[in-house]
């Protein structure tokens, strides 16, 4: 069954749920090899996203995600709001005039989002950042729907090889962002990017994975 834009935005709000269930867990990790700000800027910049989507009316999954990603640039400092905000505008653009989409097409956007992050932040795995999460989690889920699996089985191997990504990142010493500035000090320390990331992809598993198993 095809991803509809009402699960798209059910998709986004448990995201929302996530970050500010883990808003005071996100910033202790920042705090650690960053600006101990990650889980507060994320929060508030997902309750703006909440607001907008309140206000929406056409159903639409690209200007739903060009929407997120608009608002998360306007309202979260730090390099959360650019990298966010690339992620849901680049998505964004690939499920442009789509009122749904399909497992693939949804694959695509999520690599699309991806790609883009990479392009803006210049970061490979490795580096300790979100993208540690966010690249397994899209050959995860690319791997799993060209073996046939359902959607469901699809989302669950993608949010298990984010946690996974996520997980690695704690022995690595940072080569981007803030905590590069740290050296062998960042060692030792989960990368609070790459755990709200995997907090992104669980929420998809969640919520989309829940809703094709019961429509299938």
Same mark, same amino acid.
């Given at each position: ?16 749920? &996530?970050?500010?269930? =883990? ?14 700000? +990650?889980?507060? =800027?994320? !929060? /508030?910049?997902?309750?703006?996203? *909440?607001?907008? *989507? ?27 709001? @650019? ?5 849901? *505008?680049?998505?964004?653009? !690939?499920?442009?005039?789509? @009122? ?6 949804? &694959?695509? &956007? ?29 050959? &995860?889920?690319? !791997? ?18 984010? /946690? ?10 940072? /080569? ?11 060692? =030792? +320390? ?17 919520? *989309? ?8």
């Amino acid at each position: 069954m095809p991803i509809s834009d009402s699960q798209i935005s059910d998709w986004i709000r448990a995201f929302a749920a &996530a970050v500010a269930e =883990n808003k005071k867990y996100l910033t202790e990790l920042d705090s650690a090899i960053g600006d101990a700000d +990650h889980g507060i =800027n994320m !929060s /508030r910049g997902m309750q703006a996203v *909440l607001a907008k *989507l309140d206000a929406r009316q056409a159903a639409d999954i690209g200007d739903l995600l060009k929407t997120v990603g608009m608002t998360l640039v306007s309202t979260v400092g730090g390099a959360g709001g @650019p990298l966010y905000g690339t992620l849901f *505008l680049q998505m964004g653009t !690939s499920a442009a005039g789509k @009122p749904e989409l399909s497992d693939d097409e949804w &694959a695509a &956007a999520l690599a699309a989002g991806v790609a883009g992050v990479q392009r803006r932040g210049k970061a490979e795995p490795g580096d300790k950042t979100m993208i540690d999460a966010l690249v397994p989690a899209v050959e &995860a889920v690319k !791997s799993a729907l060209a073996e046939g699996s359902a959607l469901d089985e699809a989302l669950r191997r993608s949010a298990e090889a984010a /946690r996974e990504g996520m997980t690695a990142t704690i022995p690595l010493v940072a /080569r981007k962002g803030r905590a590069s500035y740290l050296g062998e000090r960042s060692a =030792n +320390h989960q990368d609070p990017g790459a755990t709200s990331s995997w907090l992104l992809l669980q929420a998809a598993a969640d919520t *989309l994975a829940a809703k094709d198993s019961q429509q299938r």
